[in-house]
């Protein structure tokens, strides 16, 4: 089937609100001791992001202050996802196709071919770990990528918009710039916990295609978690039939969430 919009996109903000009582929100049992923290701010049906003619239902909350790198962690790890300063997850009607997957970072293999990828990159890329920030440069760069990537169903970003998706934020976050003879090509965002990262959103220059910039932003993050003593690394949500999400199955051994379980999955 084709695909729409940009992985992780953010969450259906139209349609009607669904009943948001809670037998019927299906808050993840494992993030409970949050809930009471948690402010839901729409729950309501739409069509999904990832495959064609599918309904979605992702649960939009904001988490109220005080806010604590462990809370990352026990929501990563119960399923959520962050679309600005807010945390969804999917409690779709009539599918379970997304799956959050996450990998050890200590128990994580190159194959031949990423290693491939990371000597291309150390011989002519530069690449740096910073605060997240938005500009010309930066904004360019995401239409570009959508837009050769047909993923420009809205057309154009701003500045604003892109400030909003990426760098608002209510958890910790990193930007990782990678640069190609000092030209910016490449800018991945990442969430930070106590014992984890995530992934949020990479985009590069389409005529930088040949450094793999998606798979060599992952590399990078893994090694950050390795660097900085996190465990869990969390790659977003794998849709198998979803060619913009399922390349995550190349970084292996991972485990993926299905049925409230974390399963090992090594393909």
Avoid at 35 to 62: F, K, N, T, W
Avoid at 156 to 167: H, K, V
Avoid at 179 to 204: C, E, K, N, P
């Amino acid at each position: 089937m084709a695909t729409k919009r940009q992985p992780d996109p953010s969450p259906p903000q139209s349609g009607t609100l669904d009943d948001m009582s809670p037998a019927r929100d299906h808050f993840p049992e494992s993030a409970e001791p949050l809930r009471h923290r948690m402010m839901l701010v729409q729950d309501a049906v739409s069509d999904c992001p990832y495959i064609d003619g599918e309904p979605a239902r992702m649960p939009l909350y904001y988490p109220t202050p005080p806010r604590r790198s462990d809370d990352t962690d026990t929501l990563l790890a119960a399923g959520f996802r962050r679309s600005s300063q807010f945390v969804y997850h999917t409690n779709c009607p009539n599918c379970r196709a997304c799956q959050p997957t996450r990998l050890r970072a200590d128990d994580f293999q190159l194959t031949k071919s990423l290693r491939r990828v990371l000597k291309k990159a150390e011989r002519e890329l530069t690449w740096s770990w910073q605060t997240p920030r938005v500009d010309a440069d930066r904004v360019r760069l995401y239409n570009d990528h959508r837009n050769l990537r047909g993923l420009a169903h809205d057309g154009d970003i701003s500045a604003s918009d892109y400030e909003t998706f990426l760098i608002a934020s209510c958890w910790p976050t990193l930007e990782l710039e990678i640069r190609h003879q000092d030209q910016l090509v490449g800018v991945s965002i990442m969430d930070i916990g106590r014992d984890s990262i995530s992934a949020v959103y990479t985009h590069f220059d389409p005529a930088a295609s040949k450094f793999s910039l998606g798979t060599f932003a992952v590399l990078q993050q893994i090694q950050w978690a390795k660097d900085n003593g996190r465990t869990w690394v969390y790659l977003g949500l794998y849709v198998a039939e979803n060619p913009h999400l399922n390349y995550k199955s190349r970084f292996v051994p991972q485990e993926r969430l299905i049925d409230g379980q974390w399963r090992v999955c090594l393909e």
